[in-house]
């Protein structure tokens, strides 16, 4: 069954450095987004992805955040200058624009700021 | 703007008793919504989605149920067992804008042997 894949798993980095994390979405799946989760808090929008351009940003999702469809494949979110409170997992989602348009999840990537 | 609300944040019941969980939402014009499982440190793995224009859904022991006007949603877990033991979080999408989920804080439930 497709899924959607996530890399790395577990991303330890400095303040003040850039990340890049990366998510595969279901091949045949046009809409990507991109949520977060901070440890002990709910699960958060950050940006959804259509037509190589973002439809939708959160509050959240502030100059400090891109978002990247570098190849037919490849979906990444970077953020340029990690801080502290950026420490959270990153969920990563894809859909197909018909029917239900049901939004299928990755496992996750756990950023780590230290 | 939509607030999802999961009561109780906590659970622990004996192994084989049956279970509800509450779920509530303040805007009613909701596109669907998805209840999710998610053990400590993973992933969110869907359980059941129902559409606004449903009542419920069921797979196995799960049972997922959905009131649009009064914005509720129970998910009921039959003859609970250890492997049940995760959070459970609800999710709902609104017609206005279903890219979107809007998430509880989630419901910890501890099945014990």
């Known amino acids: 069954e497709p899924e959607v894949t996530q890399t790395p798993s577990h991303q330890v980095t400095q303040m003040g450095q850039e990340v890049i994390l990366r998510c595969v979405p279901i091949s045949n799946h046009l809409y990507f987004y991109w949520y977060r989760q901070i440890l002990g808090q709910k699960v958060e929008f950050l940006v959804s992805?259509?037509?190589?351009?973002?439809?939708?940003k959160s509050e959240i999702f502030d100059d400090q955040f891109s978002v990247e469809r570098p190849d037919g494949s490849n979906f990444t979110l970077k953020i340029r200058s990690t801080k502290l409170e950026d420490s959270a997992m990153y969920f990563c989602a894809s859909s197909i624009p018909k029917g239900i348009h049901e939004q299928f999840f990755g496992p996750g990537t756990r950023l780590t700021v230290l | 703007k939509q607030e999802v609300t999961q009561i109780p944040a906590a659970l622990s019941v004996p192994e084989g008793e049956n279970l509800v969980l509450n779920c509530s939402f303040t805007?009613?014009?909701?596109?669907?919504l998805q209840w999710f499982r998610q053990d400590p440190g993973k992933g969110l793995t869907s359980l059941l989605l129902?559409?606004?224009?449903?009542r419920e859904q069921t797979s196995g022991r799960l049972n997922a149920s959905l009131d649009k006007s009064s914005g509720r949603s129970t998910l009921y877990i039959a003859a609970s067992q250890p492997g049940d033991s995760a959070t459970y979080l609800c999710?709902?999408?609104?017609?206005?804008?279903?890219?979107?989920?809007?998430f509880g804080s989630g419901t910890k439930l501890n099945v014990k042997p």
């Open positions: 805007d009613s014009a909701i596109y669907n």
């Open positions: 129902i559409q606004s224009s449903q």
């Open positions: 992805f259509y037509n190589n351009e973002i439809s939708e």
């Open positions: 999710a709902v999408r609104r017609v206005y804008n279903f890219n979107k989920f809007y």
